[in-house]
C-alpha cells in the first residue's frame, strides 16, 4: 500500500502527484484554507495494478485568483477508484473543481470494483473566466456512483458538468444543488452517462439556473438494462439562447423512465425538450411544470415518446405556457413487431393558459395511445387550431378530451384520424365512436353546443373555434355545466352518437342537445347502462344506446327555458327542472324540456333511481309550473319531486299539468314522491291549506297520456286538505282547555259551612293557604269543523294560592281576596280523514279572586286569570313535527253567584250559576311545507246554571276540637254563545265548534279538622253534551287542601 497523508494549515502551492504500482493508493489531504495566485490544489493518484482512494477536506475555502482552484486525477487500473471532497467556499480564474475519476479493469471481469464520486460544498463554487464544476468518471467493468451536494455555483462558463458511463456495471447519479447556478456564457447544469449492460440512475435536484446557453441538459442511456431519470428544478430556470431544459433517456433492451418536475423556464428555444426511447422495453414519462413556459422561438413543451417492444405512459401536468411555435408538442409511438401487445397512455393536464403565437395550443401525434387530454385554462392556438389530438387509423384507441371550469378554446379543437401520415390533411377522417367529450372538474362551468361540428367538411373548412370529432358527450364529478345553444345546425350531422352524465348536474339553459336518431325502443331489458362504479372506474365510458342519453345515478340533467334533447333519454338519476338545484331561484317556473325520443326511468324499487323535479306554484289548475314533454314512449318507473314556487294552494278542477307523453306509458311510470302519504294511500305534496296527488288521465293502451296535480279528494267530491290543518284547526281548543276556571268549591272546598255560621267567624285568624290538583279527559266531535277533525285531550293542572279576608260586617259576612299560581299540561290526540296528529301544550298562570261570603247563605265569586303557553305540534300522518316551541297567551274572567237555603237535619240546597269568558291567542307561525297559520278567533263565553245539594256534619273530636265534613252532589247545565275558534291557513279559514249545551254531574266534599285549621277536599264530575254524547263527553275530578292560620 501506498499512503500519502498531508496535514497543512495554509499552503500557497499545489501539491505535487502520488502513483503506485499494486495494492492501494491513497491521498488523504486534510487542510485550513488554501489560498494563491497559482493552481491552488492539484492531486494526481494513480495505481497501474490496483486501487486508489483519494480523501480530501479542507476546513476553509479554496482559492485561485489567476488560474485553477483545484484539479484531481484518480485513476485506477484493476481496482476500484474512490474519491471524496469537502470543502466550504471554492474559487478560481479557469476552472473551479475538475475531477477526473475512473478505473481500468480489463483484467478483471469480476464485477466487484466500483467508482465512486462524493463532493459536498458548503459554500459557493466560482470561476470568473472558465467553468464551475466537471467531472469525468469511466469504468470498464462495475458500477459508477457520482454524489454532489452543493449550493451556489458562479461560472462564466459551464457551471456543472458531470460526465460517467460504464461499460459492465450500473451507474448511479444523486446530485443536489440548492442555491442559484449561473453559467454567463455556457450550460448551466448538465449532466450525461450511462450503462451499455446495467442500469442507469439519475436523481437530480436543483433550484435557479440562469445560462448564456441552456439551462439544464440530461442525458442517460442505458444498453441491455433500464434508464430512470428524475429530476427536480424548483426555481426559475432561465436560458439565452438554447433549450431551456433538456432530458434525453434511451433505453436499447429494457425500460425508459423519466420524472421531470419543474417551475418557471424562461428560453429563447424551446422550454421544455423530453426524449424517453425504449426500443425493447416500456417508455414512461411524467411531467410537470407548476410555473410558467416562456419561449421565444420555439415550442413550449417537445415530447417525445417512443416503445418498440412495450408500453408507452405518458403523463403531463402544466400551468401556464407562452411559446412561439406548439404550447405543447407530443409525439407518441409504439412499434410492435407481430401482433399488437403493445399499450399506450397519454394522460395531458392544462391547469392554466397556453398560448402559442403561430403553432398549436397542443398538438398529439400517436399511433396507439389512449389520449386523455383535461383543460382547466386557456389554450390558443395561433395556427388556428387550440388543441389537434391526431391518431392513425391502424389501431383503434380512444382521444377524450375534459373540460373544466375555467377552460377556454381559441382555434379549432379537432379528434382526428389519418391514413399512415399526419402531414397528409386530406387524409384524415374522424371516428366518432372513440372519441369523447366530457364536462368535468369542481367548478361550475358553460358550454356552448353551437361549437360542435361533426361534419366531415369540418375537418377543413367551419367555424374558426369549431369543436369537431367527438362524438359522444360526458359529465363527471358534482359540479354543474350549463349548456346553451344547439349541436343541430346542420341537422343530424352535429349531433353527439350518444351522451352520459355521471355525476353533478347539466343543465340545458334553452339549448337543445342533439343525439343521433335510433328508432328502437327503449325498454328494461334491451338497455345497456352504466354504474356509477363503471363511471368512477372510466369517466370515458358512455351509453352504448346510440342516440341515448344516459343518468347514472348520481347525475342530473337540467333545464332552463324552453330545451331540447333531441334523441332518446334512459334515466337512472335525476331530471332538474327546479332552478334550486343548480343553485337559481328556486320560485322560476316555466322550464320546459323536450325529448324527442323515447324514454326510461329505472327505479330499484329502494327509492333511489330516477326521478324528475320540478317548480310549480301550487294552486288551480291554470298555475305556472316546469313541464316535461316526451315525444316517444315513456317505460320504466321515475319519481316525481315538485318543489312549490310560492303557491298559496287552491282548488283545481282538471288539475296542474306537469308531464305529457306523447307515446305509451302505463299509470305507474311517474309517481310523486311527495311530503307524506295520505290516510288513503296517495302521495301527497302540501300547497299552503291544500294536499296535491299526482293523477294520470287516458288509458295505458292508448298514446297520448298527461300527469298532473290535483287538489280534489279521488274517489268523493271535495278538496284535500294538508296533514296539518287538522291540528292547526283544534290547536285552539287545546288551549282553551287548559285556560279554564274552577268553580269556587273546586278551588278552596267549602269554606265556612251551613248558612250563618260566619257570625262565629274570627276575623284575624282567617287566612289561609290552598292547593289543588285537577284532571280530566275530553272527548269531543265538534258540532262543526271545516276539516271534520275529532279530538281527545287528557288535561291535569296544579293550581296553588293564599286567601285573606279583606273586610267583616257586624252580621259576620266576609269578603276575602287571594292571589294564585298554575301550572297544567295538555295532551290531544286529533283525528280527521285529512291527518292524524299530536298537540302538547304546555301552560302557566298568574290569577286573582275575590270572593263575598254572604252570612244569609249568599255568596258571590269572582276570579280572572292570565295564562302563557308553550306547544309542540306534530303530525303522524307527515311523519314529523309542524310545529315546535310555539307560544301563545290566554285571559279568562269568571263570575259564579249563588244562596244556599237551609232544609233542617244539616241539609240545604244551593242554587248557582257562573259565567266565564276565555280568550287565547298563539304567534303566527309558519309549517314544514311553509304554510302561514294565524289565529283569527278564539274567544268563549260559558254559562252555568245548576244546584247542588248539600250536607253537613259536625262534632267534636276526643281532644275537644270540632270537626266538619260537608258533602254535596250538583246537576248543572252549560251552554256555549259563542261561535267556536277559528284558525287560517294560508289565506283559508278553518273553524271549528262544540256542542253548545252539555249537562254536567257532580259530587264532592270537604273534610275539616282541628277547629277548621285544615282540610282536604275534592270532587268528581261527569260532562256530557245533549247531543251525541257518546263522542262529546269529559269526566275529571279535583283534589286539594288547605291550611288557615
Known amino acids: 500500500m501506498i499512503l500519502l497523508m498531508i496535514l497543512m494549515l495554509h499552503i500557497r502551492v499545489p501539491l505535487s502527484n502520488n502513483s503506485g504500482s499494486g495494492g492501494t493508493s491513497v491521498v488523504n489531504f486534510n487542510s485550513k484554507s488554501i489560498i494563491t495566485e497559482l493552481d491552488a490544489l492539484n492531486i494526481y493518484n494513480t495505481n497501474y495494478s490496483g486501487a486508489v482512494i483519494t480523501n480530501v477536506d479542507i476546513d476553509g475555502d479554496v482559492i485561485s485568483t489567476t488560474s485553477q482552484a483545484t484539479s484531481f486525477y484518480n485513476d485506477a487500473y484493476n481496482g476500484s477508484a474512490n474519491f471524496t471532497f469537502r470543502a466550504n467556499n471554492v474559487t478560481g480564474e479557469y476552472s473551479g473543481i475538475s475531477i477526473n475519476n475512473s478505473s481500468h479493469n480489463s483484467a478483471n471481469n469480476n464485477h466487484d470494483n466500483a467508482v465512486i464520486t462524493d463532493i459536498l460544498l458548503t459554500g459557493d463554487l466560482t470561476s470568473t473566466s472558465g467553468s464551475g464544476l466537471q467531472i469525468n468518471s469511466y469504468m470498464d467493468d462495475g458500477d459508477i456512483k457520482v454524489s454532489a451536494q452543493l449550493e451556489n455555483i458562479y461560472s462564466y462558463y459551464e457551471a456543472l458538468s458531470v460526465r460517467a458511463d460504464t461499460l459492465t456495471g450500473n451507474l448511479q447519479f444523486n446530485i443536489d444543488v440548492s442555491g442559484n447556478i449561473v453559467a454567463e456564457n455556457g450550460l448551466g447544469f448538465m449532466v450525461m452517462g450511462g450503462a451499455s449492460e446495467g442500469n442507469s440512475t439519475m436523481i437530480i435536484n436543483a433550484n435557479n439556473i440562469s445560462s448564456g446557453s441552456q439551462a439544464l441538459n440530461i442525458y442517460n442511456y442505458s444498453g441491455l438494462g433500464s434508464a430512470f431519470t428524475a429530476v427536480t428544478a424548483t426555481g426559475h430556470l432561465v436560458s439565452e439562447q438554447g433549450i431551456g431544459a433538456m432530458f434525453s433517456t434511451y433505453v436499447s433492451q ?47 413543451i417537445d415530447l417525445r415518446a417512443t416503445a418498440t417492444e412495450g408500453n408507452t405512459l405518458v403523463s403531463i401536468d402544466v400551468n401556464n405556457i407562452a411559446s412561439e411555435y406548439d404550447a405543447i408538442h407530443l409525439d407518441n409511438k409504439n412499434y410492435t413487431t407481430g401482433a399488437d401487445n403493445g399499450t399506450s397512455t397519454i394522460d395531458l393536464i392544462t391547469r392554466g393558459a397556453l398560448v402559442s403565437q403561430q403553432g398549436y395550443g397542443i398538438n398529439i401525434e400517436t399511433n396507439t395511445a389512449d389520449t386523455y387530454v383535461t383543460v382547466g385554462g386557456l389554450v390558443h392556438g395561433g395556427n388556428g387550431t387550440a388543441i389537434g389530438i391526431h391518431r392513425l387509423d391502424n389501431i383503434q384507441t380512444s382521444a377524450t378530451l375534459e373540460l373544466q371550469s375555467g377552460y377556454a378554446l381559441e382555434g379549432v379543437t379537432q379528434a382526428l384520424v389519418f391514413n399512415g401520415s399526419y402531414a397528409e390533411i386530406n387524409d384524415a377522417a374522424l371516428d366518432l365512436a372513440n372519441s369523447h367529450l366530457v364536462l368535468g372538474g369542481a367548478g361550475d362551468a358553460a358550454f356552448d353546443l353551437t361549437r360542435i361540428d361533426n361534419r366531415e367538411e369540418a375537418i377543413l373548412d367551419g367555424d374558426p373555434n369549431r369543436i369537431t370529432g367527438f362524438g359522444t358527450l360526458t359529465k363527471t364529478n358534482n359540479s354543474i355545466w350549463t349548456l346553451t345553444g344547439a349541436n343541430m345546425a346542420d341537422g343530424d350531422a352535429n349531433a353527439f352518437l350518444s351522451a352520459n352524465i355521471a355525476g353533478g348536474i347539466l343543465v340545458l339553459d334553452n339549448a337543445t342537445l342533439g343525439l343521433t336518431p335510433d328508432a328502437g325502443a327503449l325498454t328494461g331489458a334491451t338497455v345497456n347502462r352504466l354504474s356509477a362504479a363503471d363511471i368512477a372506474a372510466d369517466p370515458t365510458l358512455v351509453a352504448t344506446e346510440t342516440g341515448a342519453l344516459t343518468l347514472a345515478e348520481g347525475g342530473a340533467l337540467s333545464s332552463l327555458g324552453d330545451s331540447v334533447l333531441s334523441g332518446n333519454l334512459i334515466s337512472a338519476g335525476g331530471i332538474l327542472l327546479s332552478n334550486h338545484y343548480t343553485g337559481g331561484n328556486g320560485a322560476a317556473t316555466d322550464d320546459r324540456l323536450t325529448v324527442t325520443g323515447t324514454y326510461f326511468g329505472e327505479n330499484n324499487g329502494s327509492g333511489e333511481g330516477a326521478w324528475l323535479a320540478l317548480d310549480t306554484v301550487l294552486g288551480d289548475d291554470d298555475s305556472a309550473t316546469d313541464r316535461l314533454v316526451i315525444n316517444g314512449d315513456a317505460t320504466g318507473t321515475t319519481s316525481v319531486r315538485v318543489n312549490n314556487a310560492g303557491g298559496l294552494g287552491d282548488k283545481t278542477l282538471n288539475g296542474i299539468n306537469l308531464i305529457t307523453v306523447d307515446g305509451l306509458a302505463q299509470d305507474d311510470t311517474f309517481l310523486l314522491a311527495g311530503d307524506y302519504v295520505t290516510t288513503d294511500g296517495y302521495q301527497a305534496v302540501v300547497g299552503g291549506a291544500y294536499a296535491y296527488t299526482l293523477q294520470a288521465d287516458g288509458e295505458a293502451a292508448t298514446a297520448g297520456r298527461n300527469w298532473y296535480l290535483s287538489s280534489e279528494l279521488m274517489l268523493t267530491e271535495g278538496v284535500r286538505y294538508q296533514a296539518g290543518v287538522p291540528l292547526y284547526e283544534q290547536y285552539p281548543q287545546v288551549l282553551a282547555a287548559l285556560n279554564t276556571l274552577p268553580t269556587l268549591q273546586q278551588r278552596v272546598g267549602n269554606r265556612y259551612g251551613a248558612p250563618g255560621a260566619l257570625a262565629d267567624l274570627d276575623f284575624d285568624n282567617n ?133 244556599g237555603y237551609a232544609l233542617g237535619n244539616g241539609l240545604s240546597l244551593t242554587p248557582q250559576m257562573q259565567v266565564t269568558y276565555s280568550r287565547v291567542d298563539f304567534d303566527t307561525f309558519r309549517d314544514p311545507f311553509d304554510s302561514e297559520v294565524s289565529l283569527q278567533e278564539g274567544d268563549s263565553l260559558r254559562g252555568r246554571i245548576g244546584v247542588s245539594l248539600d250536607k253537613e256534619t259536625t262534632w267534636s273530636a276526643k281532644d275537644g276540637t270540632t270537626r266538619r265534613s260537608h258533602i254535596y252532589s250538583h246537576l248543572d247545565l252549560h251552554n256555549e254563545f259563542l261561535n267556536g275558534s277559528k284558525v287560517q291557513v294560508s289565506g283559508v279559514e278553518f273553524a271549528t265548534r262544540d256542542e253548545r249545551q252539555s249537562v254536567g254531574l257532580g259530587a264532592g266534599g270537604t273534610y275539616e279538622w282541628q277547629n277548621g285549621r285544615y282540610a282536604v277536599y275534592g270532587n268528581v264530575n261527569l260532562l256530557g253534551a245533549t247531543r251525541n254524547v257518546s263522542d262529546n263527553y269529559a269526566v275529571g275530578g279535583t283534589i286539594g287542601a288547605r291550611v288557615s292560620w
Open 254 to 300: 429494457g425500460d425508459a423512465t423519466a420524472v421531470i418536475n419543474l417551475n418557471d423556464i424562461t428560453t429563447a428555444g424551446s422550454g421544455v425538450k423530453i426524449d424517453t426511447i425504449a426500443n425493447g422495453g416500456n417508455s414512461t414519462t411524467y411531467l410537470t411544470v407548476v410555473g410558467q413556459i416562456n419561449s421565444s422561438l420555439y415550442d413550449g
Open 767 to 899: 287566612q289561609w293557604a290552598w292547593g289543588r290538583i285537577e284532571g280530566s279527559h275530553q272527548v269531543t266531535d265538534p258540532a262543526r269543523s271545516t276539516s271534520g277533525s275529532q279530538r281527545e285531550i287528557d288535561v291535569w293542572k296544579l293550581q296553588t294560592g293564599i286567601d285573606v279576608p279583606l273586610y267583616q260586617s257586624q252580621d259576620g259576612s266576609l269578603l276575602t281576596g287571594g292571589v294564585n299560581f298554575s301550572y297544567g299540561k295538555a295532551k290531544a290526540d286529533i283525528h280527521s280523514f285529512f291527518g292524524d296528529g299530536r298537540i302538547n301544550s304546555a301552560g302557566y298562570g298568574l290569577g286573582t279572586s275575590l270572593t263575598w261570603y254572604g252570612n244569609n247563605g249568599v255568596y258571590v265569586d269572582g276570579q280572572l286569570q292570565t295564562m302563557w303557553f308553550d306547544s309542540d305540534l306534530s303530525s303522524r300522518t307527515a311523519g314529523h313535527a309542524v310545529a315546535s316551541g310555539n307560544n301563545g297567551r290566554g285571559y279568562t274572567s269568571a263570575i259564579e253567584a249563588g244562596k
